[in-house]
C-alpha cells in the first residue's frame, strides 16, 4: 500500500521543506501554515492507513518490490495504525501550539525536528524489520534529544537533554547488541522471518534459509536487552530517570508531543515482540514465563512508587512526568498480562495517557508561561473557562472515572484482563496506582479553584484554545464511542487477539501458502 | 421504544435544580424553591425502582428538600460565597440518581461521580484556603475509601462484561464472584464505603472537617450507598461462608469500636461521625444475618433503619453546623449554652436524639422495632445470633450515652458564654433544621400511606397504628413542656 510506504519519506521531505520554506520564504506565517498542512497530510495519511487496516487485516509494503526477508518490509496492524494516528494527531497540535508558544525566530527548527521525531515513531510502529526498527529509535532518538535541548539558553535543558542523550544512546546500543545477537543466529533481521524460525528452526525461507546456528541462547540474551532498551524508552522504573528531567525542562509542544509518540515505542516494542515475534509457541517456552513475570513485577513496582511519588510533588511538569510514568508502567502490565483484553487495555491506556497528558501539559502550559511552574500558579487558568474544563478533563480521563471518558474503559479493560489472568494483586496495582495519581491530579485541580495569586500576565489565549478543545473533543469523542457503541468496543477488544496472532502475522509478510 | 419515563424525570428534576443555582437566582429564596421543586420531582421515579431503592431516595429526597435553604445560609454566613451550594445539590443529585439505577454502568457512572464530588466537599476548606487540614482528610479519604470502593466496583463491571453493563438491568445479573479472593476483594471495597473495620478510620475525619450541609449529606446519604452495594452484592453468588464471616467479624467492632470513641470525643462533629459508623455496622449486621438466613424481614429492618437514620443523622449535623456558626466553638466542654439562645433548636436536637433512641411514634422506633423484631425471630438457632443480639444492645446502650453527651451542647450551663462572639444571623437556619426533626415524625405516617401503596410489602404498620396515635399526643405533651421549660431560662 503506497501510503504506508511513503509516509516516512513523505516526512523526511517535510522537514527539510519547512527550513527550506523559512531559508528562502522568511515570512514566518507561511512557515506556520506550511508545517500545519504537512502535519494535517500525515493526519490524513494516518486515518486512511487506519481504515486500511480495520479493512483488509494487515498491510504489507515491500520497499523497492524486494521480497522479505531479502528487503525491508513495512507490516501494519491495526495497533501500529491506530498509534500511528495518535501520534499524528499529537504532532498536528504540538505544531499548532508551538506557533502562539516558541518565539518565532527558532520555530522552524521545531517543526523540522518534530518531523523527524515523527519519522522516527512511524518507522518504529510500521516496520516488520528488526534492524530497521533500530534505525528509526536512533531518528527518534536523536530528535528528541534535540527537542529536549530546545532552549539552548537554559542550561537545565541542555543538562537533561546531555543525560537523556547520553543514557539513551547506550540504551539503544543494548539493543543493537541484541540484533547481531539475533542475525548471527537466525541469518534474517525479518520480524516475521524470526518469529516462524523461533518456532520451527527447521523451515527453510526462500532467501534466508534456515537458523545458522543455535537460536536458544542468543534469543534468551536478546529479549533481555530488548526489553532493557524498551523499559528505557518508556521510562518504567528504574529507568526513569531521565524523563523526569526532560519533562521538566523541554518544551511544553515538545514534552506533550513525546507522551504520544517517543515513549509509546518502549510499550508498542515490548507487545510487538514479546506477543507476536517471541510469542506462545516458540522453543523458548519454558523461559518466556519467567521473563514475563519479571517484566510484570518491574512494571508493577514501577507503577506504585511513581503513583505515591505524585501527590508530592509541588512542580506541575514533574507530576505530569511521575503520573506520566505510572501510567505508561500501568499499559506495560497489561501488555504482559497475556491475556487478549489486558493487551488491549494496555494499548488503549497509551491512547488514553496521550490524550489526557497533552490536555494537561497544553492547559498547564498557559499557566506556565504567565506565572510559573509551581502548583499554585495554576489559578491563573481560571480566567480562561476552556483552560481549567481541559485540565479538569484531562485529569478525569487520566483517573479514569467517568464512563464517558476513555480513560475509564481502560482501566476496566485492564481489570477484566487481569481477572481473566487470575493476576488479582494485578486489579489491585492498576486501581491503587491511578487513585494515587488522582490524589496529585486533585491536589492541581484544588490549586485552581484556591484564590490566591492574582498578578499574572494576562496573554491572548485564542491558539491553546483551540488546541485545547480539539483535544477535550477528541476525548470526548473517544469515550462516547465506547460506550455508546459496542462493535467498537468489539475493534477495542479485537486489538489484542491481532497482536497476538502471529501466525495471520507470519504468513501474509512472508507470503506463504498454508 | 418511547424515551423512559424515569430518564425524563431525571432529566426535569436535575433541570429545576440547576436552574435554582444559577448565579443569578442563587441567593433568593425562589432558589431555595426551584430547589426544592427539582428534588420533590425526583421523587417520582419511586415508581420504577424496588423498595429498598424507593425508601433510601425518599429519605434523600427528604434531607435534600430541608438542606436547600440550610447550605445557603451557611455557606453565606460561614464563608461569604455560595459555591458551595452547587456542590452539595449536584452531590445530592448524584446520589439520588445512583439508588434509581436499573443499569449496572448507571450505577458505577453516578457512583463515581459521587465519590468524585465527595472528594471535592470533604477538601472544601482547603480549597476555600480556611484550613489546610481539609486536603489532608479528604486524602485519606480519597486513599481509604475511593480506591477500594473503585477496586470493588470495577470487578463486577468486569465479570459483568460490558454489552451486559449497558444492556441488562442489575436486578436480573447474577454475576459470579465465587472466588474467595474476588468475595473478599469486593466486600472489603464496599465495607470501606460504609465506613467498617478495617477501612473506618477515614470517616471521623473527613465528615468532621466538611463543611456542615456536606457532613449531613455524606453521613447521611453516602455512607448507604455502601450498605446498598453490599445488598445488591448478596444478590450474586458470592462466597456466603466467607462473606457471612467478614461482616459479623468486621461489624461487630465497628459497632463497638464506634460507639466507644464517640463517647469520649470533644468536637461535636466527631462525635456523630463516630456515631454514623457504629450504626453502619449495625446494619451490616442485619445484612449478615440477611445473607445467612435469607428472611426478607431482615432487608426491611436495613431499610427502615436506614431512613431513620438518614434523617436524625443529617438533622444533627445541620445542628452541629448551626452551633458552629453561631458560637465558634466546636469543643462539647466550652459549649451548653445553646438552649438558652434558641430553645426551639434544641427541642429540635432533642426529638432527633429520640428518634435516635426509638421512641414512638418516630420513624427511629420503627427501626428499633424491626431490628429487634428481625433477630429476636432466629435468637434460638445459633449462638451467633445471640451474640449479634448483645453487641446491637452494647451499641445501643453507648448511642444513649453519647447522645447524652451531645446534648450537653445545648443544656448543660458549664460554658461560660461570650455574648459578643455570637453570630446570631445563624439562627435563621433553625428552621431547617427543625424541619428535619420534623420530618423524623411525619415519615412514620408517610411510610402508612406508602403501605397501602405498596400492599404486601411492609405489613407492620397497621398493626401498631394505635401505638402511634397514642405516643404521638404523649410526644406532643412532653415537647410542649420541655419548651415552655426552656424558655423560661433563656435570654434572647
Given at each position: 500500500?503506497?501510503?504506508?510506504?511513503?509516509?516516512?519519506?513523505?516526512?523526511?521531505?517535510?522537514?527539510?521543506?519547512?527550513?527550506?520554506?523559512?531559508?528562502?520564504?522568511?515570512?514566518?506565517?507561511?512557515?506556520?501554515?506550511?508545517?500545519?498542512?504537512?502535519?494535517?497530510?500525515?493526519?490524513?495519511?494516518?486515518?486512511?492507513?487506519?481504515?486500511?487496516?480495520?479493512?483488509?487485516?494487515?498491510?504489507?509494503?515491500?520497499?523497492?518490490?524486494?521480497?522479505?526477508?531479502?528487503?525491508?518490509?513495512?507490516?501494519?496492524?491495526?495497533?501500529?495504525?491506530?498509534?500511528?494516528?495518535?501520534?499524528?494527531?499529537?504532532?498536528?497540535?504540538?505544531?499548532?501550539?508551538?506557533?502562539?508558544?516558541?518565539?518565532?525566530?527558532?520555530?522552524?527548527?521545531?517543526?523540522?525536528?518534530?518531523?523527524?521525531?515523527?519519522?522516527?515513531?512511524?518507522?518504529?510502529?510500521?516496520?516488520?524489520?528488526?534492524?530497521?526498527?533500530?534505525?528509526?529509535?536512533?531518528?527518534?532518538?536523536?530528535?528528541?534529544?534535540?527537542?529536549?535541548?530546545?532552549?539552548?539558553?537554559?542550561?537545565?535543558?541542555?543538562?537533561?537533554?546531555?543525560?537523556?542523550?547520553?543514557?539513551?544512546?547506550?540504551?539503544?546500543?543494548?539493543?543493537?547488541?541484541?540484533?547481531?545477537?539475533?542475525?548471527?543466529?537466525?541469518?534474517?533481521?525479518?520480524?516475521?522471518?524470526?518469529?516462524?524460525?523461533?518456532?520451527?528452526?527447521?523451515?527453510?525461507?526462500?532467501?534466508?534459509?534456515?537458523?545458522?546456528?543455535?537460536?536458544?541462547?542468543?534469543?534468551?540474551?536478546?529479549?533481555?536487552?530488548?526489553?532493557?532498551?524498551?523499559?528505557?524508552?518508556?521510562?518504567?522504573?528504574?529507568?526513569?530517570?531521565?524523563?523526569?528531567?526532560?519533562?521538566?525542562?523541554?518544551?511544553?509542544?515538545?514534552?506533550?508531543?513525546?507522551?504520544?509518540?517517543?515513549?509509546?515505542?518502549?510499550?508498542?516494542?515490548?507487545?510487538?515482540?514479546?506477543?507476536?515475534?517471541?510469542?506462545?509457541?516458540?522453543?523458548?517456552?519454558?523461559?518466556?514465563?519467567?521473563?514475563?513475570?519479571?517484566?510484570?513485577?518491574?512494571?508493577?513496582?514501577?507503577?506504585?512508587?511513581?503513583?505515591?511519588?505524585?501527590?508530592?510533588?509541588?512542580?506541575?511538569?514533574?507530576?505530569?512526568?511521575?503520573?506520566?510514568?505510572?501510567?505508561?508502567?500501568?499499559?506495560?502490565?497489561?501488555?504482559?498480562?497475556?491475556?487478549?483484553?489486558?493487551?488491549?487495555?494496555?494499548?488503549?491506556?497509551?491512547?488514553?495517557?496521550?490524550?489526557?497528558?497533552?490536555?494537561?501539559?497544553?492547559?498547564?502550559?498557559?499557566?506556565?508561561?504567565?506565572?510559573?511552574?509551581?502548583?499554585?500558579?495554576?489559578?491563573?487558568?481560571?480566567?480562561?473557562?476552556?483552560?481549567?474544563?481541559?485540565?479538569?478533563?484531562?485529569?478525569?480521563?487520566?483517573?479514569?472515572?467517568?464512563?464517558?471518558?476513555?480513560?475509564?474503559?481502560?482501566?476496566?479493560?485492564?481489570?477484566?484482563?487481569?481477572?481473566?489472568?487470575?493476576?488479582?494483586?494485578?486489579?489491585?496495582?492498576?486501581?491503587?496506582?491511578?487513585?494515587?495519581?488522582?490524589?496529585?491530579?486533585?491536589?492541581?485541580?484544588?490549586?485552581?479553584?484556591?484564590?490566591?495569586?492574582?498578578?499574572?500576565?494576562?496573554?491572548?489565549?485564542?491558539?491553546?484554545?483551540?488546541?485545547?478543545?480539539?483535544?477535550?473533543?477528541?476525548?470526548?469523542?473517544?469515550?462516547?464511542?465506547?460506550?455508546?457503541?459496542?462493535?467498537?468496543?468489539?475493534?477495542?477488544?479485537?486489538?489484542?487477539?491481532?497482536?497476538?496472532?502471529?501466525?495471520?502475522?507470519?504468513?501474509?509478510?512472508?507470503?506463504?501458502?498454508? | 421504544?418511547?424515551?423512559?419515563?424515569?430518564?425524563?424525570?431525571?432529566?426535569?428534576?436535575?433541570?429545576?435544580?440547576?436552574?435554582?443555582?444559577?448565579?443569578?437566582?442563587?441567593?433568593?429564596?425562589?432558589?431555595?424553591?426551584?430547589?426544592?421543586?427539582?428534588?420533590?420531582?425526583?421523587?417520582?421515579?419511586?415508581?420504577?425502582?424496588?423498595?429498598?431503592?424507593?425508601?433510601?431516595?425518599?429519605?434523600?429526597?427528604?434531607?435534600?428538600?430541608?438542606?436547600?435553604?440550610?447550605?445557603?445560609?451557611?455557606?453565606?454566613?460561614?464563608?461569604?460565597?455560595?459555591?458551595?451550594?452547587?456542590?452539595?445539590?449536584?452531590?445530592?443529585?448524584?446520589?439520588?440518581?445512583?439508588?434509581?439505577?436499573?443499569?449496572?454502568?448507571?450505577?458505577?457512572?453516578?457512583?463515581?461521580?459521587?465519590?468524585?464530588?465527595?472528594?471535592?466537599?470533604?477538601?472544601?476548606?482547603?480549597?476555600?484556603?480556611?484550613?489546610?487540614?481539609?486536603?489532608?482528610?479528604?486524602?485519606?479519604?480519597?486513599?481509604?475509601?475511593?480506591?477500594?470502593?473503585?477496586?470493588?466496583?470495577?470487578?463486577?463491571?468486569?465479570?459483568?462484561?460490558?454489552?451486559?453493563?449497558?444492556?441488562?438491568?442489575?436486578?436480573?445479573?447474577?454475576?459470579?464472584?465465587?472466588?474467595?479472593?474476588?468475595?473478599?476483594?469486593?466486600?472489603?471495597?464496599?465495607?470501606?464505603?460504609?465506613?467498617?473495620?478495617?477501612?473506618?478510620?477515614?470517616?471521623p475525619?473527613?465528615?468532621?472537617?466538611?463543611?456542615?450541609?456536606?457532613?449531613?449529606?455524606?453521613s447521611?446519604?453516602?455512607?448507604?450507598?455502601?450498605?446498598?452495594?453490599?445488598?445488591?452484592?448478596?444478590?450474586?453468588?458470592?462466597?456466603?461462608?466467607?462473606?457471612?464471616?467478614?461482616?459479623?467479624?468486621?461489624a461487630s467492632i465497628t459497632a463497638i469500636y464506634g460507639g466507644l470513641q464517640a463517647t469520649i470525643q470533644h468536637d461535636i462533629k466527631r462525635i456523630l461521625a463516630y456515631s454514623t459508623t457504629s450504626h453502619m455496622a449495625v446494619m451490616?449486621l442485619l445484612?449478615?444475618?440477611?445473607?445467612?438466613?435469607?428472611?426478607?424481614?431482615?432487608?426491611?429492618a436495613?431499610?427502615i433503619y436506614?431512613?431513620a437514620h438518614i434523617l436524625y443523622k443529617a438533622g444533627l449535623f445541620?445542628d452541629s453546623?448551626?452551633?458552629?456558626?453561631?458560637?465558634?466553638?466546636?469543643?462539647v466542654e466550652?459549649l451548653g449554652?445553646v438552649s438558652?439562645?434558641?430553645?426551639?433548636?434544641t427541642l429540635a436536637v432533642i426529638l432527633m436524639i429520640l428518634s435516635m433512641l426509638g421512641m414512638p411514634p418516630t420513624v427511629g422506633f420503627l427501626a428499633k422495632l424491626l431490628l429487634f423484631t428481625?433477630i429476636s425471630?432466629?435468637?434460638?438457632?445459633?449462638?451467633?445470633?445471640?451474640?449479634i443480639l448483645l453487641i446491637v444492645s452494647i451499641e445501643i446502650s453507648l448511642t444513649i450515652l453519647y447522645s447524652i453527651r451531645y446534648l450537653k451542647v445545648h443544656i448543660v450551663?458549664k460554658?461560660?458564654?461570650?455574648?459578643?462572639?455570637?453570630?446570631?444571623?445563624?439562627?435563621?437556619?433553625?428552621?431547617?433544621?427543625?424541619?428535619?426533626a420534623?420530618?423524623s415524625i411525619?415519615?412514620?405516617?408517610?411510610?402508612?400511606?406508602?403501605?397501602?401503596?405498596?400492599?404486601?410489602?411492609?405489613?407492620?404498620?397497621?398493626?401498631?397504628?394505635?401505638?402511634?396515635?397514642?405516643s404521638?399526643?404523649m410526644l406532643?405533651?412532653i415537647l410542649?413542656?420541655l419548651?415552655?421549660?426552656?424558655?423560661?431560662?433563656?435570654?434572647?
Open positions: 500500500m503506497l501510503v504506508i510506504g511513503l509516509l516516512p519519506i513523505y516526512l523526511l521531505i517535510s522537514a527539510t521543506l519547512i527550513i527550506l520554506v523559512k531559508l528562502i520564504l522568511k515570512k514566518e506565517i507561511i512557515v506556520d501554515l506550511t508545517a500545519i498542512l504537512l502535519s494535517l497530510v500525515t493526519l490524513v495519511a494516518t486515518v486512511n492507513a487506519v481504515v486500511a487496516t480495520i479493512e483488509r487485516g494487515i498491510i504489507i509494503y515491500r520497499f523497492g518490490g524486494f521480497p522479505p526477508p531479502l528487503g525491508i518490509v513495512y507490516v501494519v496492524d491495526k495497533v501500529s495504525a491506530i498509534l500511528s494516528m495518535l501520534g499524528s494527531l499529537s504532532l498536528t497540535v504540538a505544531i499548532t501550539y508551538s506557533t502562539w508558544l516558541l518565539s518565532p525566530k527558532w520555530r522552524y527548527l521545531f517543526y523540522s525536528l518534530a518531523f523527524l521525531l515523527m519519522t522516527g515513531v512511524i518507522g518504529c510502529l510500521y516496520t516488520g524489520d528488526m534492524f530497521n526498527f533500530f534505525v528509526s529509535l536512533e531518528l527518534l532518538a536523536i530528535s528528541s534529544y534535540a527537542l529536549t535541548a530546545f532552549y539552548r539558553g537554559s542550561s537545565r535543558a541542555i543538562r537533561a537533554a546531555a543525560i537523556y542523550a547520553i543514557t539513551g544512546s547506550i540504551a539503544t546500543s543494548l539493543y543493537l547488541l541484541a540484533s547481531f545477537l539475533i542475525y548471527s543466529s537466525y541469518g534474517t533481521l525479518n520480524m516475521a522471518d524470526i518469529a516462524l524460525k523461533a518456532r520451527n528452526p527447521e523451515y527453510a525461507v526462500l532467501f534466508s534459509g534456515k537458523v545458522y546456528g543455535d537460536i536458544m541462547l542468543p534469543t534468551i540474551v536478546a529479549m533481555i536487552l530488548i526489553l532493557w532498551t524498551l523499559l528505557f524508552k518508556s521510562g518504567i522504573i528504574p529507568n526513569h530517570f531521565w524523563l523526569l528531567h526532560v519533562y521538566s525542562e523541554a518544551p511544553t509542544s515538545t514534552v506533550a508531543l513525546f507522551t504520544s509518540t517517543a515513549d509509546i515505542i518502549g510499550v508498542y516494542g515490548i507487545s510487538r515482540f514479546f506477543l507476536t515475534i517471541w510469542g506462545e509457541g516458540t522453543l523458548i517456552e519454558y523461559f518466556r514465563p519467567f521473563l514475563l513475570n519479571i517484566a510484570l513485577i518491574i512494571a508493577s513496582i514501577s507503577a506504585l512508587a511513581s503513583a505515591l511519588l505524585v501527590v508530592t510533588q509541588s512542580n506541575i511538569r514533574r507530576l505530569i512526568a511521575y503520573s506520566t510514568i505510572s501510567q505508561l508502567s500501568l499499559a506495560l502490565m497489561g501488555v504482559l498480562s497475556g491475556v487478549p483484553e489486558g493487551i488491549s487495555g494496555g494499548i488503549l491506556h497509551l491512547i488514553t495517557n496521550g490524550l489526557g497528558d497533552m490536555l494537561l501539559f497544553y492547559s498547564a502550559g498557559i499557566s506556565i508561561i504567565s506565572c510559573g511552574k509551581d502548583l499554585s500558579c495554576l489559578s491563573t487558568l481560571r480566567s480562561n473557562i476552556i483552560a481549567y474544563a481541559a485540565f479538569i478533563i484531562g485529569s478525569l480521563n487520566l483517573f479514569g472515572i467517568l464512563p464517558l471518558l476513555p480513560g475509564f474503559w481502560s482501566k476496566a479493560l485492564l481489570t477484566l484482563g487481569f481477572l481473566k489472568a487470575e493476576l488479582f494483586w494485578g486489579v489491585i496495582v492498576v486501581l491503587a496506582s491511578s487513585g494515587l495519581c488522582a490524589a496529585g491530579y486533585f491536589k492541581a485541580i484544588s490549586a485552581i479553584f484556591n484564590f490566591k495569586r492574582d498578578s499574572f500576565i494576562t496573554i491572548n489565549m485564542t491558539v491553546p484554545a483551540i488546541v485545547l478543545i480539539i483535544l477535550m473533543f477528541s476525548t470526548l469523542l473517544l469515550g462516547i464511542l465506547i460506550v455508546l457503541s459496542d462493535v467498537f468496543r468489539e475493534f477495542v477488544t479485537q486489538w489484542g487477539y491481532d497482536i497476538m496472532n502471529y501466525r495471520r502475522y507470519i504468513v501474509i509478510t512472508l507470503n506463504l501458502t498454508v | 421504544m418511547l424515551i423512559e419515563e424515569r430518564l425524563v424525570i431525571m432529566v426535569v428534576a436535575g433541570l429545576f435544580v440547576l436552574t435554582g443555582n444559577l448565579p443569578l437566582v442563587r441567593e433568593s429564596k425562589l432558589s431555595v424553591a426551584l430547589r426544592s421543586a427539582g428534588y420533590i420531582i425526583f421523587l417520582l421515579n419511586i415508581q420504577y425502582v424496588d423498595m429498598v431503592s424507593s425508601i433510601l431516595i425518599l429519605g434523600g429526597v427528604l434531607i435534600s428538600v430541608s438542606l436547600t435553604g440550610f447550605s445557603l445560609y451557611y455557606s453565606k454566613i460561614k464563608y461569604k460565597t455560595t459555591s458551595l451550594v452547587v456542590l452539595t445539590d449536584v452531590f445530592a443529585l448524584a446520589m439520588l440518581l445512583t439508588f434509581s439505577s436499573k443499569f449496572l454502568i448507571e450505577l458505577i457512572t453516578f457512583w463515581l461521580l459521587t465519590e468524585l464530588l465527595g472528594f471535592f466537599l470533604i477538601a472544601y476548606d482547603s480549597i476555600i484556603g480556611v484550613k489546610r487540614e481539609a486536603m489532608n482528610a479528604a486524602l485519606k479519604y480519597l486513599l481509604f475509601s475511593m480506591i477500594p470502593t473503585d477496586i470493588a466496583l470495577f470487578i463486577l463491571l468486569a465479570l459483568t462484561g460490558f454489552n451486559r453493563a449497558v444492556n441488562v438491568p442489575i436486578q436480573d445479573l447474577f454475576i459470579d464472584i465465587s472466588s474467595p479472593i474476588l468475595t473478599m476483594l469486593v466486600i472489603v471495597g464496599l465495607f470501606s464505603k460504609a465506613a467498617v473495620f478495617p477501612l473506618h478510620f477515614w470517616l475525619d473527613a465528615h468532621s472537617i466538611a463543611p456542615a450541609p456536606a457532613s449531613s449529606l455524606l447521611g446519604l453516602m455512607v448507604k450507598m455502601g450498605i446498598y452495594g453490599l445488598y445488591l452484592v448478596t444478590k450474586f453468588n458470592i462466597d456466603k461462608e466467607i462473606a457471612f464471616m467478614a461482616l459479623i467479624i468486621a451490616t445484612l449478615s444475618m440477611y445473607l445467612r438466613l435469607g428472611d426478607e424481614i431482615f432487608i426491611y436495613i431499610t436506614a431512613l445541620a453546623g448551626l452551633v458552629e456558626v453561631l458560637t465558634h466553638e466546636k469543643d466550652k449554652y438558652k439562645i434558641v430553645p426551639l433548636e428481625s425471630h432466629y435468637l434460638t438457632y445459633s449462638w451467633i445470633y445471640l451474640a450551663s460554658g461560660t458564654m461570650n455574648f459578643k462572639k455570637l453570630n446570631l444571623e445563624a439562627l435563621t437556619m433553625k428552621y431547617y433544621v427543625t424541619l428535619m420534623l420530618i411525619i415519615t412514620t405516617f408517610m411510610l402508612s400511606i406508602y403501605e397501602t401503596l405498596y400492599a404486601g410489602e411492609i405489613k407492620i404498620l397497621g398493626e401498631i397504628m394505635p401505638v402511634l396515635y397514642v404521638s399526643a406532643l405533651f410542649l413542656s419548651y415552655e421549660l426552656l424558655r423560661v431560662k433563656n435570654y434572647v
